[in-house]
């Protein structure tokens, strides 16, 4: 069974930071993308970061780049988002999500495993 499960969420003040952290296991992910979406309440899930099944090249949502960071360690099946700088328009679940194949993308129809998100809350 495959799963993926977010960790590191919570309650922030604005201009803090958290580290986003989301474990795969029941099969390696080693060659597939990875993506961070989020969606907040009323709104529809919104592509945040990707990153290629390298770690060699990474996309971002405008309104993150320059704060968030995403990295991954294909060794331990993980994925992590570094969010900095936070505001409180971040606040939403995160989710951690990967395509079938090894192609990044905006898109989260594209993607077709997910995790049950982690709330992240920050505060003004």
């Known amino acids: 069974q495959v799963q993926l499960v977010e960790s590191g969420g919570g309650l922030v003040q604005a201009g803090g930071s958290l580290r986003l952290s989301c474990a795969a296991s029941?099969?390696?992910?080693?060659?597939?993308?990875m993506g961070w979406f989020r969606q907040a309440p009323g709104k529809e899930r919104q592509f945040v970061a990707a990153?290629?099944?390298?770690?060699?090249?990474?996309y971002y949502a405008d309104s993150v780049k320059g704060r968030f960071t995403i990295s991954r360690d294909n060794a331990k099946n993980t994925v992590s988002l570094q969010m900095n700088h936070l505001n409180p328009q971040a606040t939403a679940v995160y989710y951690c999500?990967?395509?079938?194949?090894?192609?990044?993308?905006?898109?989260?129809?594209?993607?077709?495993?997910w995790g049950q998100g982690t709330q992240v809350t920050v505060s003004s």
């Open positions: 990153i290629s099944w390298s770690g060699s090249s990474t």
């Open positions: 999500s990967a395509p079938h194949g090894s192609m990044c993308s905006r898109i989260s129809g594209i993607y077709v495993y």
């Open positions: 029941g099969r390696t992910f080693s060659s597939n993308a």
